[in-house]
């Protein structure tokens, strides 16, 4: 047997798993808060404070790593990104147990199907494929649910803010009021914001290195009203009422979005996700049977561009049905 058409069939594989992970991970949440932080930016960069504003965004909490995290920070990709966003899970995950858990879902998957006969390249293709991808799924199904959950009663945390400043209370009391009655993620980050304070940090480099871990653009919003008005002035109740129905009215238009492009959505991923079922379906019954795809090199070129085809498909479809807001 040729190598090529080897290659090919998991060159295939890969652009086809590739083109999904790209097509459904949605817009880039990141992207669009970074193109409206520029826009406050500009419009706001006559300010005094705009340059202090800048190094507050840029500014990142620097964490102490023990012995096993520095040893895994050598051998895993980009470790301060992985870092934070196992820090935006809220779970306390730490980057030696991400690895640990990595090595394992790599070695287990490999081995067993070594053992059952499957060819080596497979083995260690799809053990890879399990140990990288099912950790930054899990991670990112976590960060997705606490950023969800937080998003939701945001809105809510700064009309309490709204109250408490109307009422006569300073800024400081007022989040950690809101702090205390508010539960969930909105209430752990705004009592973290207090207790830095307490600590001499203050309220614009607190703010900031809690957006900076959250990454969502309805709290760097927030951030940047709270910046501005501390230079510029002005009724800050107001400033963050109005922000509060913004915020409201960005939640809807998600959800009109959600509801309008769901069965789009459940389309491309039973048509990109079948192929596959039946291939294992059809392995479990007979493996002798799908062992000819990785035997004879006509099924492997043929298996090969159809898994591309598919995935450029499956791609099309999905981005078709991901709007930005």
């Known amino acids: 047997m040729e190598l090529m058409p080897v290659l090919m069939l998991g060159g295939g594989t890969f652009v086809v798993l590739a083109l999904m992970v790209l097509a459904f991970s949605g817009p880039s949440v990141e992207r669009a808060g970074a193109r409206r932080l520029s826009g406050l930016r500009e419009r706001h960069a006559g300010n005094t404070g705009s340059v202090a504003m800048e190094a507050q965004i840029r500014r990142v909490t620097a964490k102490s790593a023990s012995g096993m995290d520095l040893a895994a920070s050598r051998f895993l990709p980009n470790p301060a990104l992985l870092?934070?966003?196992?820090?935006?899970?809220?779970?306390?995950?730490?980057?030696?147990?991400?690895?640990?858990?990595?090595?394992?879902?790599?070695?287990?998957?490999?081995?067993?199907?070594?053992?059952?006969?499957?060819?080596?390249?497979?083995?260690?293709?799809?053990?890879?494929?399990?140990?990288?991808?099912?950790?930054?799924?899990?991670?990112?199904?976590?960060?997705?649910?606490?950023i969800t959950k937080f998003t939701t009663k945001f809105p809510d945390a700064i009309e309490l803010l709204v109250r408490g400043l109307r009422s006569g209370l300073p800024i400081t009391e007022t989040m950690g009021v809101v702090g205390q009655e508010v539960d969930g993620p909105v209430g752990v980050e705004f009592r973290a914001v207090t207790d830095k304070m307490k600590i001499g940090r203050t309220l614009d480099a607190a703010l900031q290195e809690t957006a900076d871990r959250l990454g969502t653009p309805e709290f760097q919003f927030f951030t940047i009203t709270i910046a501005i008005q501390r230079e510029t002035g002005g009724n800050l109740a107001e400033t963050l009422s109005n922000l509060a129905d913004v915020l409201r009215?960005?939640?809807?238009?998600?959800?009109?979005?959600?509801?309008?492009?769901?069965?789009?959505?459940?389309?491309?991923?039973?048509?990109?996700?079948?192929?596959?079922?039946?291939?294992?379906?059809?392995?479990?019954?007979?493996?002798?049977?799908?062992?000819?795809?990785?035997?004879?090199?006509r099924l492997m070129i043929a298996g090969g561009g159809g898994l591309i085809w598919m995935g450029l498909g499956a791609f099309i479809m999905a981005k078709m049905v991901n709007f930005e807001i």
């Open 83 to 146: 870092q934070k966003r196992l820090n935006m899970t809220g779970k306390g995950w730490t980057l030696s147990q991400y690895g640990m858990v990595t090595l394992g879902l790599f070695a287990v998957p490999a081995g067993l199907l070594i053992l059952n006969g499957a060819p080596i390249w497979l083995a260690l293709f799809l053990g890879l494929f399990v140990g990288v991808g099912l950790p930054h799924k899990v991670v990112s199904f976590f960060i997705k649910r606490r």
């Open 249 to 297: 009215k960005r939640a809807q238009m998600k959800l009109k979005i959600k509801a309008m492009s769901s069965e789009s959505k459940a389309s491309a991923l039973i048509v990109g996700a079948l192929p596959f079922i039946v291939f294992g379906l059809v392995w479990f019954i007979n493996n002798n049977y799908m062992m000819n795809f990785f035997k004879d090199e």
